[in-house]
């Protein structure tokens, strides 16, 4: 009787994302990738780079393609790169929860709102992205959805390791206490109605923000941090790619390593049997 209750109380354990959120709160994602790549030294936009054969911005969409708490995703790029995005990255990689690409704007503010107003109406929660962080991952996604639920709004970010000095004009003005300094990353999540109305009050008011938390920020509404990485790269020069395609390799180690384990048939161990030892001859 005792084994038959285990078994039911395992069946009942695995629960799906959308089970703790409720099936009718839609996920959608935005993969922001709308940049000139001005850093990248005449290389091209750093979104495109062919590593290992298709565009780094290929690697970043699979994260979220992967995720099941994931509904959907708009994918923003420069407005001549359109339907090469279409063509090389959603055909040639069969990405099927791509609801739409569109061109953004001058500014990363302007491309996620043309991100927001290609996402459903029914869309509950969005979780923002950098197209050019492609070493985020799943849980990282489940992290801040997860932290979101508390107000509304939440980001990836990991805590300061190195001091931080305040310089201006070359001199130290200030040497800022680490303990309360993150580093703030991507994904963040927001409810819809939070941050696509944060996003309408910035633009009447002509306020910019390097990320969209501090428009939330700006306008009330708390942000949680839910814990990020450090291996979390934002590609924005050149010595960025090689140290990218060191991870990539890493991680296809690792999986490579799992699945041939996963291979080797496992040894039956005997149980209720201790291993017989010679007892010593006595005198």
């Not at 508390?150 to 990991?158: D, E, L, P, Q, R």
Request: with cysteine.
């Amino acid at each position: 009787m005792q084994r038959s209750n285990r078994r039911r109380t395992k069946e009942r354990e695995p629960r799906k994302e959308k089970e703790s959120r409720g099936d009718n709160e839609i996920v959608g994602a935005i993969v922001v990738g709308a940049g000139e790549g001005q850093r990248m030294s005449g290389r091209g936009r750093k979104q495109f780079a062919k590593i290992g054969g298709k565009p780094l911005m290929a690697y970043t969409i699979e994260i979220f393609e992967a995720s099941p708490a994931v509904d959907h995703i708009v994918i923003v790029v420069p407005r001549d790169s359109v339907e090469f995005a279409k063509e090389e990255i959603v055909e040639a990689c069969s990405f099927k929860k791509i609801r739409d690409v569109v061109y953004g704007g001058e500014t990363r503010q302007q491309s996620v709102q043309a991100g927001l107003k290609a996402l459903k109406d029914k869309t509950r929660w969005v979780i923002i992205h950098d197209g050019v962080r492609p070493l985020a991952s799943e849980i990282m996604i489940k992290r801040v959805l997860d932290a979101a639920q508390k107000t509304g709004a939440a980001i990836s970010g990991v805590a300061a390791r190195e001091t931080i000095k305040q310089v201006e004009s070359g001199q130290i003005v200030g040497t800022l206490d680490r303990r309360l300094l993150w580093l703030a990353q991507t994904p963040q999540c927001f409810r819809y109605d939070v941050i696509t109305s944060a996003h309408k009050r910035a633009a009447g008011d002509k306020f910019a923000a390097t990320d969209d938390a501090a428009l939330v920020e700006k306008y009330g509404t708390k942000v949680v941090v839910a814990v990020g990485s450090y291996s979390n790269l934002k590609i924005t020069s050149p010595e960025d790619l090689p140290l990218f395609e060191y991870f990539l390799k890493a991680e296809n180690r690792l999986k490579l390593d799992a699945a041939q384990n996963k291979k080797k048939p496992r040894q039956r161990q005997q149980r209720g049997r201790r291993p017989r030892t010679r007892r010593k001859p006595v005198g």
